[in-house]
């Protein structure tokens, strides 16, 4: 498997990180990609950092790395930030721009500077290539944070075809469908586990399988049963699991078949 989502720089995990790896790798997980906004711009380095303190280490997923400025933090979105964005990107480490977008339900930054920010880092991702990952979660009782995302995207990402990922969808039939229509696979994270989430589960049962990922987006969203705790890559395999039999396919098949996807999209290997 592959934990395509994980916020491993964390420092929740600061005490046990080794450890955490270990028990991903024990419950099959190959690869993780760990999410590059640190806790804002000064710090989203660290998962590349990560990446390549733990190159090469045995019984260890293969780590790769992204790099971003959450839609929280885009009024820090400053010229010296995304210059910083910039030489992130051509890393190696780095596969991917985000997690960016807009997030209406916080709203921790003026909604002018997200959209602001994401156009800008959309056209750094492009400069160099580069898929991104995105964030989208609208406000209470409204999809607007979806419209504008998806509006942003089909007039200045579509152009580029280099797709991406909604990550932790939490959407509508209808706005995966516009995000497959450019390109973007959507992944699921341990809240299609959550007892009240049947909307979200009768949406994956419409997502075709090759455009699907898994993740954690650890140390949040932990699925059940160990919903409430700290979240950890190793509990990927409760998504895999529960999607699997949701699309009434066997666990080890859609565990390779989300491992594929991932590796085919961006272009790589664990290795293993």
Not at 68 to 74: K, L
Not at 98 to 123: N, T, V, W
Not at 160 to 184: K, M, N, P, Q, V
Request: charged share 20%.
């Amino acid at each position: 498997m592959i934990d395509s989502h994980a916020h491993l720089d964390s420092a929740r995990y600061d005490e046990d990180r080794e450890a955490i790896l270990s028990r991903a790798y024990e419950a099959g997980v190959r690869g993780i990609l760990s999410i590059g906004i640190g806790d804002g711009p000064a710090t989203m380095h660290r998962a590349a950092d990560l990446a390549r303190d733990y190159a090469n280490r045995a019984n260890t997923p293969h780590i790769w790395a992204s790099a971003g400025i959450h839609p929280h933090e885009a009024q820090y979105a400053t010229e010296e930030a995304l210059a910083a964005l910039d030489a992130l990107l051509e890393c190696p480490e780095v596969i991917a721009c985000g997690e960016i977008g807009l997030d209406y339900y916080y709203d921790h930054s003026p909604r002018d500077l997200q959209k602001s920010a994401f156009s800008r880092q959309m056209a750094t991702a492009a400069r160099h290539k580069t898929p991104i990952i995105i964030h989208c979660r609208p406000s209470d009782n409204s999809t607007n944070a979806w419209d504008d995302t998806l509006s942003m995207l089909e007039s200045e990402w579509a152009p580029t075809h280099l797709g991406g990922i909604l990550h932790c969808f939490t959407g509508e039939l209808s706005h995966a469908r516009r995000a497959l229509d450019i390109g973007f696979l959507i992944s699921f994270a341990g809240n299609i586990t959550f007892p009240r989430n049947q909307p979200l589960r009768n949406v994956a049962t419409q997502i075709p399988h090759d455009r699907m990922l898994i993740e954690t987006d650890c140390p949040f969203l932990a699925p059940v049963p160990n919903r409430g705790k700290r979240n950890e890559p190793a509990w990927v395999k409760e998504v895999s699991v529960n999607l699997a039999n949701l699309l009434k396919i066997t666990p080890e098949e859609f565990a390779l078949r989300t491992t594929q996807n991932f590796q085919s999209f961006f272009g790589v290997s664990t290795g293993s």
